[in-house]
């Protein structure tokens, strides 16, 4: 299911679920802004997802409703968590998918943390 990435918020979704324990994660950072754990479908050796404990749909979404402490502290953590992965010194990729047509399919912002191989070009060249 692909989502628009525009509000409402769907409190249904399986990262608020996530975040309300009522479905397990392999957690790897936890703190009072995010909340970072394993992708269950991984798509490098190093995939985690960070998300922020705020209930925002998408990227835009946290942009405009989120206050600074929390964007702050959900940037924060990512880099924290790339750096506690052994990530920063080899490399890494964050991604953010926002709306239909880049393929969203949680209607919960979060950024994925891809490495622990090359990854190659991002898009591929025309």
Do not use: C
């Not at 990530?87 to 943390?113: C, K, W």
Request: proline letters at 8%; charged letters at 20%; a negative charge.
């Amino acid at each position: 299911m692909r989502v628009t990435g525009l509000p409402p918020y769907d409190p249904a979704n399986i990262f608020a679920r996530i975040l309300r324990r009522e479905i397990p994660a392999k957690v790897v950072h936890e703190d009072e802004f995010a909340l970072a754990f394993h992708d269950i479908n991984p798509q490098a050796p190093v995939h985690v997802l960070v998300i922020p404990k705020g209930a925002y749909v998408s990227q835009a979404d946290f942009a405009a409703q989120a206050s600074d402490a929390e964007i702050a502290g959900f940037w924060r953590a990512v880099a924290a968590v790339a750096k506690a992965l052994g990530l920063e010194a080899p490399g890494y990729r964050t991604l953010s998918n926002m709306g239909l047509d880049a393929g969203q399919e949680v209607p919960h912002f979060h950024v994925h943390i891809f490495g622990g191989r090359p990854l190659g070009r991002m898009v591929a060249a025309d």
